[in-house]
């Protein structure tokens, strides 16, 4: 949206500024999220980002050069221009988002891998996990359910971005716009993600038997998870009425800026509830559609009893580090952002 909220120089330089401050906060966040899954299911980083390592190095690569063109777009002696910067930023925009929503995608529609303990024994190839498709997880873009959670994300960001625009920058022509981009992308989030939601509930699901652990597939799975589990699926309708409460705040109330915080608290309760649903409820979180006994549950792909118990106990910080991200935001936000603070020289140009 950089070229269709922002109509000039400043106007975008104003956009890249409002979130370009805060993108250490939204690294420090993913990689201590990615640290503590790593630390709690070890064989799933092995099995995913060892087979299906393509769209993980992509997104990981558009990470990477949006937070250098956060830093260098507007530092002096830039000899790649910051259009070459904004190019960046509209290239993680995309295929880092719709890479991203593809690849969590495969944990509803599985996977070509196949999982052998016992290869760990062999003294030339100790590789436990074996990829079955020579594309290396791109083979995930191809699939139409993965495509519409991969797009679902993408409207989304441009939905919450829209909605936090709207909260942090006091321009009236960024505002206007905003508020026509948020309608849009609203209309597309919605087609795309309850085409997605839908199309999940009625298909079957990849269900692992709790004496055996026998993985098989059970018609409506997921849709048997939330019934099974009401906390869940009461978290995920709390999460989407907040979200639609937060974008319907943005679309039709237009002198209010608190749309962000409904839509911000709704996603991550309906993101969690996704998440939930997937592993609990002997569910297996990444399945194998090449081998389903080689699916990966939190039984057979946890770490040690140790580990886990240290986990247990720092999981017990998280209240205090969402406060403490809460309480950070806050004050970054306290105030609006306008072309004055533009011509501050004392404050970073991004």
């Not at 969590?104 to 996990?129: A, D, L, R």
Request: include cysteine.
């Amino acid at each position: 949206m950089l070229y269709t909220i922002g109509k000039s120089d400043e106007e975008r330089t104003l956009l890249v500024n409002s979130i370009g401050k805060k993108w250490e906060f939204t690294f420090t966040t993913l990689v201590t999220f990615g640290g503590a899954f790593f630390a709690s299911f070890p064989l799933f980083y092995s099995t995913s980002f060892g087979g299906a390592y393509w769209p993980w190095m992509i997104i990981l690569i558009c990470f990477v050069l949006q937070a250098v063109s956060y830093e260098f777009r507007k530092k002096e002696g830039n000899i790649l221009g910051h259009k070459t910067y904004e190019a960046f930023l509209l290239l993680n925009g995309f295929v880092g988002l719709l890479l991203f929503g593809t690849a969590v995608g495969t944990f509803f529609t599985g996977s070509e891998f196949i999982v052998n303990k016992e290869n760990i024994y062999h003294p030339m190839m100790p590789v436990i996990s074996q990829w079955q498709n020579p594309l290396h997880g791109l083979e995930a873009a191809f699939n139409i359910r993965n495509l519409l959670l991969g797009f679902s994300i993408f409207f989304l960001a441009r939905v919450l971005g829209s909605l936090y625009f709207i909260n942090n920058i006091h321009h009236a022509d960024i505002n206007k716009r905003s508020h026509k981009q948020l309608l849009i992308n609203a209309i597309g989030f919605l087609v795309c993600f309850l085409t997605f939601f839908i199309w999940t509930l009625a298909s079957k699901g990849f269900a692992v038997h709790p004496e055996t652990g026998e993985v098989y597939m059970q018609n409506a799975k997921y849709l048997h998870n939330f019934l099974a589990m009401p906390i869940i699926g009461i978290t995920m309708l709390l999460g989407v009425v907040s979200l639609l409460y937060g974008m319907g705040i943005g679309i039709f109330c237009t002198k209010s800026t608190k749309g962000i915080w409904f839509a911000g608290l709704g996603t991550v309760l309906a993101v969690l509830s996704l998440l939930l649903i997937l592993g609990y409820n002997n569910t297996a979180f990444y399945p194998s559609v090449t081998d389903l006994q080689s699916s990966l549950t939190i039984r057979n792909s946890s770490s040690s009893y140790f580990t886990l118990k240290v986990m247990s106990v720092v999981s017990l910080f998280i209240p205090i580090v969402l406060a403490y991200i809460f309480y950070a935001w806050r004050m970054m936000d306290k105030k609006q952002m306008s072309l004055k603070e533009l011509d501050n020289k004392q404050n970073p140009q991004y």
